[in-house]
């Protein structure tokens, strides 16, 4: 039930453009309310080693909370198989001691839960939080619309998240961020988290990646760094005798397996980035054998992977919805049954199983081991250590800003705690009951009721932890152990880079061609071309610019 399930189109643009390492950027809507005063950010870009952003970052002190079952290995998240008998109380006050409300917008992959005065979750929540919480709750999907608008008219709420991936489509954002949110360093910085405790418990580099313009200007949501994974429904295969692909070619194979339109079943939906990894296709900037940097669209297995995801389209095993909207909502169909395989974020598994488990017992989805297309050693990619951030509107005064804090320290409590079980479930015996094993099951209200609002409000240190769902924590864990192990190496990691506005605004009139090329609008010819513009058009200045962050940092 928790994470951004991912799959959007904006979402899928930014990972699969973005070169590694560049957790932030600017291109596409303009804030023209908040283009005056230039900060000297996001437009030329900016880059800078997290290890000099130390006088800014909060300083680590780690909660003493309950300890996994299963080792996060190599990077990965480590995993909880079993929920504590006895939940910790980590916040003893209430964080907002003026009562005020507090607005905030959060997005939501999920059909919107009943509002502020109309629902009991909200109401315990907000009990320990000392004031109401009124959640503006956006589609996950149509966020980033949205977000430009509300930056350019500058009446944001008191507490905004804002994904990473959307951030890739608004211009001067780094301006936006001067004009309109706190300045967080003189209440974070250092020792100065010591005051939020729960806050001091998240991992240094993932604060790193809430630094806009030389100021730490929002609290980060950690993540392992994997963008998604190819799930598919095995419950579907096993009634058809498949097997999961080793190869391209199995995959393929597949294909014409798993279709059969007079069963209204499609094989796939969206997967080319994954069919990109699969092929060996860099997630963003590798150097040749000159030392040249070259960017993932202008390799030949780009290419390669480009010809392979046509050929899919082509053949009729993408469902038919996807081949008319690149933008659809994929759950519901994966979920029908309708299509069987399928990329999203890793958060999409638990939030499927919250959804199905009392809806289709035999509903079974599990994640698709990385692959390389000729059966080699595949690789994964890697992202940054946050991608989602919640920022604190600015100028609201010193004692406000602290309880705002307050308020993303009780958000960030991490697993086995009351306050971390109260925002994920609700109320025992209201919104959930315990199961045998201890787990929570969500009655009918916790169904109608709960959803991951606070969640989004704050990060906290990745974990695997819904033991509710058999097997699933163990295979989670399992996965993402192995996909740490396959990553890519990063060029630029451990440099915080902040990519110039020119070259980040290509990403989606390429995109826009490339699902030109899949759906049979553009021969596959024209990638070159397409290529060529972007390199014209802001690619090779973008060379230039992240040539010279490695150089400056000895690379």
Same mark, same amino acid.
């Given at each position: ?5 991912? /799959? ?55 909660? =003493? ?5 299963? !080792?996060?290995?190599?990077? $990965?998240? !480590? ?31 999920? !059909? ?32 980033? &619309? ?32 001067? @004009?309109?949110?706190? =300045? ?18 998240? !991992? ?45 070619? +199995? ?99 638990? +939030? ?21 297309? &000729? $059966? ?17 509107? @600015? ?20 697993? /086995? ?10 109320? +025992? ?8 094993? $201890? ?62 506005? @020119? ?8 995109? =826009? ?43």
């Amino acid at each position: 039930m928790i994470g951004p399930g991912g /799959g959007s189109t904006n979402r899928r643009t930014f990972l699969s453009l973005l070169g590694a390492g560049a957790a932030v950027t600017a291109g596409g809507v303009t804030l023209s309310g908040c283009s005056s005063g230039d900060s000297g950010s996001s437009v030329n870009g900016r880059a800078e080693t997290e290890d000099k952003l130390g006088g800014l970052l909060p300083k680590y002190i780690a909660y =003493d909370g309950v300890k996994p079952d299963l !080792p996060g290995e190599n990077g $990965g998240a !480590p995993g909880f198989t079993k929920y504590p008998a006895t939940l910790q109380r980590a916040v003893p006050d209430k964080p907002v001691k003026s009562g005020k409300e507090v607005t905030a917008m959060t997005p939501l992959w999920a !059909p919107l839960p009943p509002g502020l005065g109309s629902n009991t979750y909200f109401d315990a929540n907000n009990e320990r939080i000392g004031a109401p919480v009124r959640f503006n709750i956006l589609s996950g999907n149509d966020y980033g &619309d949205k977000l430009g608008p509300l930056l350019a008219s500058g009446n944001v709420p008191d507490l905004l998240c804002v994904p990473g991936w959307n951030i890739s489509g608004l211009t001067r954002f780094g301006q936006a961020a001067d @004009k309109l949110f706190e =300045d967080l360093t003189p209440y974070l910085a250092g020792d100065k988290v010591a005051a939020y405790p729960l806050l001091a418990n998240l !991992p240094t580099r993932a604060w790193a990646y809430g630094v806009w313009n030389s100021q730490l200007k929002a609290v980060p949501f950690p993540s392992t760094g994997f963008p998604w994974a190819l799930f598919y429904r095995k419950d579907i295969f096993d009634q058809v005798g498949a097997a999961p692909p080793k190869t391209a070619d +199995e995959l393929l194979a597949l294909g014409k397996q798993l279709t059969d339109a007079r069963a209204n079943r499609w094989a796939f939906g969206g997967i080319t980035d994954e069919i990109q990894r699969a092929f060996g296709v860099p997630s963003g900037w590798r150097k040749d054998s000159s030392g040249k940097l070259v960017h993932k669209v202008e390799t030949p297995e780009f290419e390669e992977a480009i010809a392979f995801v046509r050929k899919v389209f082509q053949n009729g095993y993408v469902h038919p919805t996807v081949v008319g909207n690149k933008a659809t909502d994929e759950k519901p169909l994966f979920e029908g049954g309708q299509l069987v395989i399928r990329q999203d974020g890793l958060g999409a598994w638990p +939030e499927s199983l919250q959804r199905q488990s009392s809806i289709n017992p035999k509903f079974d989805m599990q994640p698709i081991a990385p692959f390389a297309h &000729d $059966g080699g050693t595949p690789i994964t990619w890697g992202g940054d250590p946050a991608g989602i951030f919640t920022f604190v509107k @600015k100028g609201l005064g010193k004692d406000r800003i602290a309880e705002l804090l307050g308020v993303l320290n009780y958000t960030a409590a991490p697993f /086995g705690t009351e306050e971390n079980q109260l925002y994920s479930y609700g109320v +025992e015996g209201k919104h959930y009951t315990r199961q045998s094993s $201890g787990a929570p099951k969500l009655t009918a209200l916790g169904q109608k009721e709960v959803a991951t609002t606070y969640t989004f409000l704050g990060g906290r240190p990745e974990a695997i932890t819904q033991s509710e769902y058999p097997g699933y924590v163990e295979a989670m864990n399992a996965w993402g152990n192995n996909a740490a192990k396959l990553r890519e190496p990063n060029l630029f990691e451990g440099i915080r880079v902040e990519q110039p506005s @020119k070259m980040a605004a290509l990403a989606q009139p390429f995109d =826009d061609k490339l699902q030109d090329i899949y759906r049979g609008r553009r021969p596959v010819s024209e990638l070159k071309v397409a290529v060529k513009e972007w390199q014209t058009n802001g690619g090779n200045e973008g060379r230039d610019f992240y040539a010279k962050v490695l150089s400056d940092n000895g690379r």
